[in-house]
Every structure is written in C-alpha cells, then in structure tokens.
C-alpha cells in the first residue's frame, strides 16, 4: 500500500524569505501523481501545485515550486517569497495513474511572520 | 476547477441522531467524492459517489453508516447515521473530471459536532 509522511508538523518563515516543506512516500509503482494542498483556517482546500511522475522537469506555479526525486521518492514543496497569506496547513498527497483516490499525508502547519 | 458549495457548513448534533450533508457543483463533473478530516488528522477518503449507482466504499466505511446518493452529475449527499462522538469531524466533498479525475477540487467542507 502507498503511504505519503511528512515528518515536519510544524514549520515557521519570516515574510519574504523561502521555506521547504517536506514530504516523502512510498510506493511500487511508476505511474502516479504528486500534489501539494493548502488548507487554510477556513478550511478550503486548494490545490497548489501537481507533479506528474513521468515528468523529470519540476512543477512551478509562480512563488511555489516543487522538488521531485523519484529515486528517493521525495517531493518537497518550496514556497519563495512568503507572504502572510501563506499561512495554512500544507498537505502532501499522492494519487496512482488507474485510481482516483488521494492518499493524504499528516500535514505541516506554516506561520508565517512580519 | 469548479465552484463547490456544501450544505450545512457546520452542525451540531444530538448522539443517536444522523445529518445529510448536501455538495453541490457549478458545472457537470464526472466524479464526487467524500471524504472526512478528524479532528487535527489528515484526510481519509470515505467513498466515490456513482452517478446512478451505489457508491464505491473504501475499507472501513459502510453504507449503513454512511450512506450516499447522487442522483445527476452536480449534486451528491452524505448521511453520516446514529452518530456518535467520534463522529465528530469534518467532512469534505471533491469533485474532478475524466476518470480517473486529473485534480480534484474541494469543498469548503462541513464541520460536524456530535454531543
């Protein structure tokens, strides 16, 4: 079974700066997808950003971009210039190619500071 | 993506009791799905929403405790039945296109107290 861990519950980063969130998994398959959820205090979910395994070039959505390591099965998301809006928990979530389900990680909560 | 509103936004509920949860969608969408988000937990997705069928369950969860309709391609509903304490969490629904869905899109979810 496949299994997504992010081993950071909480992280911090100053306004403007850039932070790393991390997030790992585990799988046997090769076909499958990768993506990065913001759950902000009012609870939507949005959707980040997505990386699709296949692909070697990492996703960039504009201040957000990921690190894709298929060999280490790794799949950080970076966020530059950070601004206070930021601030929400951040879920990493895996889906293989054939299925629809999303296999959440624990998440990592982001403060983010004047 | 798509505009996704959920009925009620939060609810308070006697133990024993059950609440229909109703997830509604600006444009056709091929998929729906539930899931449910315990308290500082992750998510779990609970079942697909079929379009004119049962819904597909996943490992733990049952359709007398949870049952599901979607009767047309905008529209879906979760009963969470006799509830208890422990099921007190928040529940979202997701939608997405093609199957499988490419992205899915979510709810902004409801939260549900059971006292």
């Known amino acids: 079974a496949q299994t997504v861990t992010q081993s950071q519950p909480e992280m911090s980063v100053q306004e403007a700066e850039t932070v790393t969130l991390s997030c790992t998994y585990d799988t046997s398959e090769s076909d499958y997808y990768l993506f990065w959820y913001k759950q902000p205090p009012s609870r939507q979910m949005i959707l980040v950003i997505r990386?699709?395994?296949?692909?070697?070039q990492n996703a960039t959505e504009n201040r957000f971009s990921v690190n894709f390591q298929k060999a280490a099965k790794s799949f950080s998301l970076k966020i530059s210039d950070s601004q206070l809006g930021d601030a929400a928990m951040y879920f990493c979530?895996?889906?293989?190619?054939?299925?629809?389900?999303?296999?959440f990680g624990t998440g990592t909560r982001l403060q983010v500071f004047p | 993506s798509a505009v996704i509103s959920q009925k009620p936004s939060r609810d308070i509920c006697q133990r024993g009791t059950s609440l229909t949860i109703q997830c509604q969608v600006d444009s056709q969408v091929t998929m729906m799905f539930w899931y449910r988000q315990q308290p500082g937990q992750s998510l779990t997705l609970i079942a697909t929403a079929n379009q004119g069928s049962e819904a597909t369950y996943e490992s733990g969860f049952v359709i007398d405790k949870f049952p599901i309709s979607r009767p047309n391609l905008t529209f879906s509903t979760l009963t969470v039945s006799n509830m208890s304490p422990e099921d007190s969490s928040i529940y979202l629904c997701?939608?997405?296109?093609?199957?499988?869905?490419?992205?899915?899109?979510f709810g902004p979810g409801t939260r549900l107290t059971v006292t």
């Open positions: 979530a895996y889906r293989s190619a054939d299925t629809d389900k999303l296999i």
């Open positions: 997701s939608v997405g296109r093609g199957r499988p869905s490419y992205e899915q899109y």
């Open positions: 990386q699709e395994a296949y692909k070697q």
